[in-house]
């Protein structure tokens, strides 16, 4: 249950990046500390800047079209 509520607080904070026009090195900047600090006991925190990136191309190409 946790990754459920990791994976929708990624898409909800990087869609809010996207609307407000952010670029993606100011959303993982934005985003990041965030997840960091909700999900501070995972391992593998490092993936966060990657997964980040792959939410904001998947998210702002959704909002193109």
């Avoid at 952010?22 to 997840?35: C, D, F, G």
């Avoid at 593998?44 to 800047?49: A, R």
């Amino acid at each position: 249950i946790a990754m459920k509520h990791y994976l929708i607080d990624l898409r909800r904070l990087v869609s809010f990046q996207i609307d407000e026009g952010r670029s993606l090195m100011e959303t993982q900047n934005a985003v990041r500390p965030v997840l960091e600090k909700k999900f501070k006991k995972w391992k593998k925190l490092e993936w966060l800047d990657g997964n980040i990136e792959r939410a904001y191309m998947e998210f702002s190409m959704k909002k193109k079209s």
